[in-house]
């Protein structure tokens, strides 16, 4: 089993950063797969980014490619997710997540095992 908490959110202007983080709790933390999603207010929950096990694949969205940057440091149990350039349509609750299944095949749809809390993210233009 595995918990996850995620840190970070706030608010910021248009163009600024922020860098969330996701504090995992479990010794097999490096067997799993962890994503990033988010959900814009009156929308539905979308993938962002995500990372394998290693830490050596990673994948992302085409809204936040090249501004937004995953990485893992398995050692610590965490999961970081860096945001820059952010955009008001960046705006939502973000959320950590995790399965046993790498992120490559998280197909629309997939039940990721483990959910965080989720923290906000609130950008201003």
């Known amino acids: 089993q595995v918990q996850l908490v995620e840190s970070g959110g706030g608010s910021v202007q248009a163009g600024g950063s922020l860098r969330l983080s996701c504090a995992a709790s479990?010794?097999?933390?490096?067997?799993?797969?962890v994503g990033w999603f988010r959900q814009p207010p009156g929308k539905e929950r979308e993938f962002v980014a995500g990372i394998d096990k290693s830490g050596r694949s990673t994948i992302y969205s085409d809204s936040v490619k090249g501004r937004f940057t995953i990485s893992r440091n398995n050692a610590e149990n965490m999961v970081y997710l860096q945001m820059n350039s952010l955009k008001p349509e960046d705006a939502a609750v973000y959320y950590c997540a995790a399965d046993l299944v790498p992120p490559t095949s998280w197909y629309p749809g997939y039940g990721v095992d483990y959910w965080g809390q989720g923290t906000l993210v609130t950008v201003s233009s």
């Open positions: 479990g010794r097999l933390f490096s067997t799993y797969g």
